[in-house]
Each structure stands twice: as structure tokens, then as C-alpha cells.
């Protein structure tokens, strides 16, 4: 339960970034088409995050300490970047016209996620 209720709130996240960063886009023939396109992108972004940031964190470790954590913007934005070329290739109607709106969107997408998940908390097992 506590999955789909995070993968609703990326999704929802997802969408305000679309409407609020330009160059981030859903462009499907319905709301229908583009809420069934959010909830399938914000899966690819959980999975490509559950999966390559720690491993990245892992590598560049040092990055990370020499930056004081500032990398982590430029990570986030890459694997936002890497996340629009997956759901290109599944032919999702999502997209990303290039780093600086992967950038804004990334950093939109993880406090607006947060801010909603501080209203909707997770449910405790």
C-alpha cells in the first residue's frame, strides 16, 4: 500500500512540475492518456532512483564530499534526463527538453513530493 501511495505522489508531483517548469511536458490525446503517462513515468523514476543512486553515490562518493552535496542537483537532473529516455523509448508522450529543465524538474519534483508526503503520510505497517 505504501508503494502505490508513493508512486501516486510522484506521479502528482510529476504532474505540477509539468505545469510549472517549461520545457517538461505531457502531451497525450486525453487527461485520461496523461494521468495513465504520469503514474507510468513517476514508476520509471522510482525504479531508475531505487536502483542507480545509491550505486552512484556509492562511485562518486568523493564528488559528493568535495561539493558538499551539490553534485546531488546534477545527479538528480542526469537520472531525470536518463528517466525521459526511457519513457521515450516506451513511447510515452513525456518529455524533457534538456538539463536545465531536468534540473528545475528534479528539484520540484522531490520538494513537491515532499511537501505531500508531510499532508498524506505513509501508512504505518
Partial sequence: M?????????AIALWITTL?????EVSGRS????A?????????????????KPIIKVVGCVFYLLTLGLIALVVNALLFLLTDWIAGQLDLPFKVDGFWPAFWGAIVV????????????EPSD
Fill in 31 to 34: 487527461a485520461g492518456v496523461n
Fill in 36 to 52: 495513465l503517462t504520469l503514474l507510468a513515468v513517476a514508476l520509471i523514476f522510482g525504479i531508475v532512483n531505487a536502483v542507480l
Fill in 20 to 24: 510549472v517548469v517549461p520545457g517538461i
Fill in 110 to 121: 522531490a520538494v513537491v513530493s515532499w511537501l505531500i508526503s508531510l499532508v498524506i503520510p
Fill in 2 to 10: 505504501g508503494f502505490l501511495i508513493r508512486l501516486v505522489i510522484t
